[in-house]
């Protein structure tokens, strides 16, 4: 794709990948994407915006010199290191090595690890403002969306804000390149936001926060459609998606994840669930193959506490459980006690197997887990309400 403007001589320099369809060998991309690249002409300086993917220097470099000599840029703003935008900073350095690179902190040490060369760098913050010429950029440091080397860049004068890979999409359109050109993405939307920003839900909030006043008629990211028309409903939609509801007046919501093979871990289900229960403790109880993994996940953001309950099948934890403690991954969770139960026949490791997962998680995990050989007695299911009670009361402390 050729270069264009997205502002009067601010170009889009980026490149295309439409045939894309797993993004970091992990996300489904059903519409490709985009690596977008920036480059703002002030009177005085030129400064470019991210690169892109390696495999995709050669189209940067065409769209690079269609616009102004690379010799020429002043500085190379790099609001994330993540190969996908700093894939061609080297090619791009050989060209311009006297260019200042405007960074975070630990975005330099990221990125001299990535290119294993030397560069000028000019660290970015808060209070940085660099003059282009009659256009003023300035940096909004925003750690952890997603990376912690992570910053938003603003052209104040024209109000366009480059938010990294915050408001992105990974998606690709023939028809155009901005919101209002590029038909539906909402999917690609959520779905981006899900898989790349999800596990930092307050600190979308805390970066949203810090641009809250600040006006913005165009919201740039690094991939995906460009955000002209009501750029306000993408700031929205995050915060949307970050606010999580918690319980009032300090109850704890304890959720209880389970499988049952031949129904025992189930009877131990309800006992456990019937301890959990107080005035300030709020229970729920899924059947794991009953709810989808999105849904799942949902739930695991509103816990407080959480009990997985599994049988042992040939020595090891049921797919359908593993599934499960996968998500830990992809969520912001709040879980102040975790514990493991089960029902076994032969061996009984999945309980030990859930903790130790739960333990390598940093989890604080509430120790012996519970566990009865087959069937359980009415002993056995005295002993897993008390167990329901004892997590409860720990989980109040
Ligand atoms: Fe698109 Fe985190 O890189």
């Known amino acids: 794709m050729k270069p264009f403007e997205i502002a009067n001589d601010v170009f889009w320099v980026g490149a295309i990948h439409p045939e894309l369809r797993l993004f970091d060998d992990l996300f489904l991309t059903k519409r490709g994407t985009t690596y977008n690249s920036y480059l703002i002409k002030g009177k005085n300086k030129i400064a470019l915006i991210d690169t892109v993917k390696g495999v995709f220097v050669q189209d940067f470099m065409t769209n690079l010199k269609t616009v102004c000599d690379p010799s020429k840029i002043d500085y190379l703003v790099v609001n994330h290191t993540e190969p996908d935008h700093t894939g061609s900073v080297l090619e791009f350095l050989k060209l311009n090595p006297h260019v200042t690179v405007v960074i975070t902190k630990p975005g330099a040490l990221f990125l001299?690890?990535?290119?294993?060369?030397?560069?000028?760098?000019?660290?970015?913050?808060?209070?940085?403002?660099?003059?282009?010429?009659?256009?003023?950029?300035?940096?909004?440091?925003?750690?952890?969306?997603?990376?912690?080397?992570?910053?938003?860049?603003?052209?104040?004068?024209?109000?366009?804000?480059?938010?990294?890979?915050?408001?992105?999409?990974?998606?690709?359109?023939?028809?155009?390149?901005?919101?209002?050109?590029?038909?539906?993405?909402?999917?690609?939307?959520?779905?981006?936001?899900?898989?790349?920003?999800?596990?930092?839900?307050?600190?979308?909030?805390?970066?949203?926060?810090?641009v809250k006043d600040v006006p913005v008629k165009i919201i740039a990211p690094s991939h995906g459609p460009i955000h002209r028309t009501n750029p306000q409903q993408y700031v929205k939609k995050y915060q949307e998606f970050s606010t999580v509801e918690k319980l009032p007046n300090g109850?704890?919501?304890?959720?209880?994840?389970?499988?049952?093979?031949?129904?025992?871990?189930?009877?131990?289900?309800?006992?456990?669930?019937?301890?959990?229960?107080?005035?300030?403790t709020e229970v729920k109880t899924i059947h794991i193959t009953e709810m989808s993994l999105d849904q799942i996940r949902d739930e695991l953001e509103k816990a407080d506490g959480l009990l997985v309950g599994s049988p042992t099948i040939n020595r090891d934890v049921p797919k359908p459980v593993w599934d499960v403690l996968t998500l830990f991954q992809t969520v912001s969770h709040e879980l102040k006690l975790v514990a493991a139960y089960g029902s076994f026949g032969w061996s009984g490791e999945a309980v030990k197997m859930i903790e130790d997962r739960f333990k390598s998680l940093k989890l604080k995990t509430f120790e012996p887990g519970f566990k009865v050989s087959f069937t359980p007695t009415e002993a056995d299911l005295a002993k897993a309400r008390e167990f329901g009670q004892k997590f409860a009361e720990a989980i109040l402390v």
């Open 112 to 210: 001299q690890e990535l290119t294993n060369s030397k560069f000028n760098v000019l660290e970015a913050s808060d209070e940085l403002s660099i003059d282009l010429g009659g256009r003023t950029l300035k940096f909004v440091i925003a750690p952890f969306l997603h990376w912690p080397d992570t910053m938003f860049t603003y052209l104040a004068e024209d109000q366009i804000l480059f938010p990294c890979d915050a408001f992105g999409s990974h998606y690709y359109s023939e028809t155009g390149m901005f919101n209002d050109t590029a038909g539906d993405f909402s999917e690609e939307f959520t779905v981006y936001f899900d898989a790349l920003v999800r596990p930092f839900k307050k600190k979308v909030l805390l970066a949203i926060a810090k």
């Open 251 to 280: 109850k704890k919501s304890i959720l209880v994840l389970y499988l049952s093979a031949h129904k025992n871990t189930e009877k131990l289900t309800l006992q456990i669930a019937a301890g959990l229960k107080t005035e300030k």
